[in-house]
Each structure stands twice: as structure tokens, then as C-alpha cells.
């Protein structure tokens, strides 16, 4: 469906610019795969889950964390 419109597009364009759509798509190609056009995987599609690192870093607390500290005392 999309094919036919690129190749209409690109060969409306100048021999210059045609080289130039040629080195994007091998850029993309290289980007995306492992430089085989026939294998590419989206890589946009990956998505971070919100939460997926939780319980990862526990950091003990001490029981006082709250308290104001003792060097601030004159300030308070």
C-alpha cells in the first residue's frame, strides 16, 4: 500500500536526492537490524513500564530518618 507511493515520490526526485533516500534507508537498515533489511525490529515500539525497577534498591533507613538534625539546631 505505502510502496507504490514511496517509489512514485522517489522517482519524481533528481538523481542527487535519489542517493541521498538510498543512504537513509541503509542507515535505517543498519540502525534497526543487524544490516539485512529482510529482519528489522522496531525499536520504537520498546517502552519503559512505570514501577518495573520497585523493590530493585533497598536502602536501610534509620529509625530517626525524620528527626531534625543536630547540626541545624541553632537555625531552628
Given at each position: 500500500?505505502?510502496?507504490?507511493?514511496?517509489?512514485?515520490?522517489?522517482?519524481?526526485?533528481?538523481?542527487?536526492?535519489?542517493?541521498?533516500?538510498?543512504?537513509?534507508?541503509?542507515?535505517?537498515?543498519?540502525?534497526?537490524?543487524?544490516?539485512?533489511l529482510g529482519d528489522i525490529k522496531d525499536?520504537?515500539?520498546?517502552?519503559?513500564?512505570?514501577?518495573?525497577?520497585?523493590?530493585?534498591?533497598?536502602?536501610?533507613?534509620?529509625?530517626?530518618?525524620?528527626?531534625?538534625?543536630?547540626?541545624?539546631?541553632?537555625?531552628?
Amino acid at each position: 500500500m505505502i510502496q507504490p507511493v514511496i517509489l512514485e515520490k522517489l522517482e519524481a526526485l533528481p538523481e542527487s536526492l535519489q542517493t541521498e533516500v538510498l543512504h537513509y534507508i541503509e542507515f535505517l537498515a543498519e540502525r534497526y537490524t543487524n544490516g539485512e533489511l529482510g529482519d528489522i525490529k522496531d525499536k520504537t515500539k520498546k517502552r519503559r513500564l512505570f514501577g518495573s525497577m520497585k523493590g530493585t534498591f533497598v536502602l536501610p533507613l534509620p529509625d530517626d530518618f525524620d528527626e531534625p538534625l543536630d547540626d541545624f539546631e541553632e537555625y531552628m
